[in-house]
């Protein structure tokens, strides 16, 4: 049984920066994939970011964040974030926190096993 719980999520203007948090709980946690997934209000679940747990390289992101966002994770606290900066409107959705027994990042839901309740970004304009 694996727990995922996002935090950090909220209201922030254009330009704005927000950190997302994903704590993972449970005796059977033992990701090696681990990303993060968005959904805006009437589109599809989309890619954000997505990272190896035991491997600090290779980290990979959409083309519609990078340069904005990093992704990084803390073993030690078994826990995953998403520093966001430089926000903007088309970036408002609901944010997931996942995670997958793949050996490498991966951009593809359907490598990911365990998925978070999901936090709120909004993003004014």
């Known amino acids: 049984q694996v727990r995922l719980v996002e935090s950090g999520g909220g209201l922030v203007q254009a330009g704005g920066s927000l950190r997302l948090s994903c704590t993972a709980s449970?005796?059977?946690?033992?990701?090696?994939?681990m990303g993060w997934f968005r959904q805006a209000q009437g589109k599809e679940r989309e890619f954000v970011a997505g990272?190896?747990?035991?491997?600090?390289?290779?980290?990979i992101y959409s083309d519609s964040v990078k340069g904005r966002f990093t992704i990084s994770r803390d073993i030690a606290k078994n826990s995953l974030y998403l520093q966001m900066n430089i926000l903007k409107p088309e970036d408002t959705a609901v944010y997931y926190c996942?995670?997958?027994?793949?050996?490498?990042?991966?951009?593809?839901?359907?490598?990911?096993?365990?998925w978070g309740q999901g936090t709120q970004v909004t993003v004014s304009s």
């Open positions: 996942a995670g997958g027994k793949t050996g490498q990042a991966t951009q593809f839901s359907r490598d990911y096993d365990y």
């Open positions: 449970g005796r059977s946690f033992n990701p090696y994939a």
């Open positions: 990272i190896a747990w035991y491997n600090i390289r290779g980290d």
